[in-house]
T-cell receptor, first 117, second 113 residues
Framework: DVKVTQSSRYLVKRTGEKVFLECVQD?????MFWYRQDPGLGLRLIYF???????EKGDIPEGYSVSREKKERFSLILESASTNQTSMYLC????????????????FGPGTRLTVL | AQKITQTQPGMFVQEKEAVTLDCTYD???????LFWYKQPSSGEMIFLIY??????QNATEGRYSLNFQKARKSANLVISASQLGDSAMYFC??????????FGKGTLLTVNP
């Protein structure tokens, strides 16, 4: 019953390393998202993509980039990891049926807890 | 810009009772959607219910219903007949025409036996 998977549940990296977080969904969803979740701040959108090779910045894109070469895969890249990027990273995908009055099919991945030392 | 406000950091409810979790929003979009999620201590984010801004009827999904009052810009989640397994963090979120979601800071619900 796989829906959205993320490459790692836990990851420890050193400051300055390049970090790749992978997300794969098997529901043929157009829209995919990367969030980070920090205590007291809730979820904040980093980047999202509404089609292959299409991406848009979210609320906190600084220090991150993304890649979407295939519909099912959305990658988050930390070009040079810093300690303030220690966080829980959540990937999500969704599809809206029939516009704003339609139904929603949406799933989150299990999350990757990243620690940058 | 969109904003979601959840004013209740924590809520307590007795098992089998109903509970309402508050959510107010602010947006200049005419077309938008409102979402509720549950996040248990295990960390996974579970989608519960969705309401489109043009839906005239309140959304319902099993024991969950969304009390949508458009004029007041509120989208409260009602959980009927609470169960111990409902203890979790609950997040309200909204998305505009591109469904980029803005989340509230969450309400921690504790169900007491």
């Amino acid at each position: 019953d796989v829906k959205v998977t993320q490459s790692s549940r836990y990851l420890v990296k050193r400051t300055g390393e390049k970090v790749f977080l992978e997300c794969v969904q098997d529901m043929d969803h157009e829209n995919m998202f990367w969030y980070r979740q920090d205590p007291g701040l809730g979820l904040r959108l980093i980047y999202f993509s509404y089609d292959v090779k299409m991406k848009e910045k979210g609320d906190i894109p600084e220090g991150y980039s993304v890649s979407r070469e295939k519909k099912e895969r959305f990658s988050l890249i930390l070009e040079s990891a810093s300690t303030n990027q220690t966080s829980m990273y959540l990937c999500a995908s969704h599809r809206i049926y029939g516009g704003t009055s339609g139904r929603v099919e949406q799933f989150f991945g299990p999350g990757t807890r990243l620690t940058v030392l | 810009a969109q904003k979601i406000t959840q004013t209740q950091p924590g809520m307590f409810v007795q098992e089998k009772e109903a509970v309402t979790l508050d959510c107010t929003y602010d947006t200049s979009d005419q077309s938008y959607g409102l979402f509720w999620y549950k996040q248990p201590s295990s960390g996974e984010m579970i989608f519960l219910i969705y309401q489109g801004s043009y839906d005239e009827q309140n959304a319902t999904e099993g024991r969950y219903s969304l009390n949508f009052q458009k004029a007041r810009k509120s989208a409260n989640l009602v959980i009927s007949a609470s169960q111990l397994g409902d203890s979790a963090m609950y997040f309200c979120a909204m998305g505009g025409s591109n469904y980029k979601l803005t989340f509230g800071k969450g309400t921690l619900l504790t169900v007491n036996p």
